[in-house]
């Protein structure tokens, strides 16, 4: 349990750490950039010698793992402009409700993560638990050409936490260096696409790098990057079924998260965020019951 605390913990720091950039004086997408080039260079370096890194790349574990990386880099992207033009909550609930994905597809294909009551009961506490935590006013009228957007990152986000639960299992990693390798796969792919984007800002005049972005993305790579290897070891102890870790760990996540903003950031909750942290707390103790 306790892989699973931590990757709660680092999750809710990547949040806390967003939220401090505009203070510290950090730009936001250079710093993701130096985070995902830390974060790979971590499970890199932490690689005992003599590990056949070349002959890994064939793995279709390393192939899953730099395919999902595409996603980290595009759905950023898209949560930033899906934030902008349709709302935070829409994006927010978007991404959080993406546990029914791969929930739904461990109970389907795995024989030892069958369906249970309490299980599709704690499931669907933890959706109306995200969507009511994340709710804010809503100004303004939603634009359906914009519909799009809000089911894409639903259904990115599900294949990323899909794939992680996926090969974290199943005998695919080996090693103790398999899984540093698998934890920072996606980052090696998200920080060449992410320096293609540099680059171009660069070139158009438009500010890169200073101090604050430099150190604030350096720490945010590493809660990053512990916040995937986290994950992959808590799927590969086996404590809990798959089914049952995803929305554990949304859920633990989002009530980090709001514990942070009310201490550090003096953030007010709604009636309806109030219910929905109550509905995320019931649903936690049951899926718990679930191991």
Known sequence: MIWLLLCMVSSAAIFVLFRSFPKWGAYTFPAIVVNYA???????????????????????????????????????????????????????????????????????????DAPTAIKIGAVLLAVAGVVLSSRRTRSGDFNWSYALFPVIIFIGSGIIDLTLGQFSQGGYLQSESDKYLFSSTPFITAVVLGSIVL??????????????????????????????????????SRI????????????????????????MFNERFNRSNLIGLGLSV???????QTG
């Open 38 to 112: 830390v974060a790979a260079s971590l499970g890199v370096l932490m690689l005992e010698d003599g590990y056949p890194l070349a002959e890994k790349v064939s793995e279709i574990w390393v192939q899953a793992g730099l395919s999902i990386g595409v996603l980290f880099i595009t759905l950023f992207y898209l949560m930033a402009f899906t934030s902008q033009r349709v709302g935070v909550g829409v994006a927010s609930i978007a991404t959080k409700m993406s546990l029914v994905l791969p929930v739904a597809w461990f109970m389907l294909t795995d024989p030892e």
């Open 199 to 236: 680059v171009v800002r660069a070139v158009k005049g438009m500010p890169v790098f200073n101090l604050p972005t430099l150190l604030g993305g350096s720490l945010l790579g590493l809660v990053n990057f512990g916040s995937i290897y986290f994950i992959v070891m808590t799927f590969d």
């Open 240 to 263: 809990l079924d798959r089914s049952a870790i995803i929305p554990l760990n949304n859920l633990g996540t989002v009530l980090l998260s709001a514990m942070a903003a009310y201490l």
């Open 282 to 288: 019931l649903a936690i103790a049951m899926l718990l």
